[in-house]
């Protein structure tokens, strides 16, 4: 059981490293700056999927893309830096990215700044399932799209802002390696954190059509990002309502 849990976890980092890999050769003339989390903070990234990415998974949560305070920093979705540090339990050194935004600096686990929809995803999850390792069992969380882009004040421009052409090949390769999650991690339901990642839910699974497709059904909560004025009041108990309403969770 050891070499399959292995090999399985191997498989999860090889996906990483070809999604890592494929969007450092795409070019973003729309973005003053652009962070690949998945190169410069590997080491932390890597830990993650070895400690919580073995399958099989019931449930796959999956969010849109890194969050400057969050990913950016850590290298784990929703990367929280005291969620990550104190919950998950994973520290490590963290490079720059190639081109850093003066507004944007990266300074890994000792950044001081706090990515409020990590900490409210992470704290939801901690609230009901206490340990990590309760949450792991039969849950993931991943990012759609690995990188981070900025505008030239050093906002945050999310995927679906970039120009058609530009979205395209990028879409391609992260509908790819999504398909290939789950494929491998073989999800009973996949849940988008937010509109965004509803939609590339769809896109993936008309990938998963191979000799042994993966059936899985789809739900969406709403994004717990500050910047949507509705997850500024009782983010957590209408994310939970959903989950129950809709039979992705038990009661």
């Known amino acids: 059981m050891r070499h399959i ?10 996906i990483s490293q070809r999604l890592a890999g494929e969007c450092a050769r795409l070019r973003f003339t729309a ?3 652009v962070y690949n989390p998945l190169v410069y903070a590997r080491t932390a990234h890597e ?10 998974k019931k449930i796959i949560f999956l969010g849109m893309n890194p969050g400057p305070w969050g990913m950016a920093q850590t290298g784990v979705p929703f990367g929280e830096i005291a969620a ?6 994973i520290t490590a050194e963290v490079d720059k990215p190639r081109h850093e935004h003066p507004m944007r600096p990266v300074s890994g686990f000792a950044c001081t700044k706090s990515e409020v929809s990590g900490r409210r995803l992470w704290g939801f999850f901690r609230e009901r399932f206490k340990t990590p390792e309760a949450f792991f069992q039969d849950h993931f969380v991943a990012n759609y799209c690995p990188l981070v882009f900025m505008t030239e004040s050093g906002a945050n421009l999310t995927p679906d802002k970039l120009p058609a052409e530009e979205a395209a090949p990028l879409f391609k390769v992260c509908d790819r390696a999504l398909a290939d999650v789950i494929q491998l991690l073989r999800p009973q339901w996949v849940v988008g ?8 839910i769809d896109a993936a699974a008309a990938l998963n059509a191979g000799d042994n497709p993966v059936s899985f059904r789809k739900a969406q909560i709403l994004h717990p990002s500050p910047a949507n004025p509705k997850a500024n009041a009782g983010w957590g108990k209408e994310a939970a309502d959903i989950l129950l309403r809709t039979g992705v969770w038990e009661n």
Do not use: E, M, N, T
């Not at 830990?47 to 099989?56: D, E, H, I, Q, T």
């Open 31 to 33: 973005a003053a700056a």
């Open 5 to 14: 849990h292995d090999d399985s976890v191997q498989a999860l980092i090889h």
């Open 84 to 89: 990550v540090r104190d919950w998950l339990g």
């Open 47 to 56: 830990k993650y999927l070895r400690l919580y990415g073995a399958p099989p």
């Open 193 to 200: 954190v937010g509109g965004f990642a509803a939609k590339r």
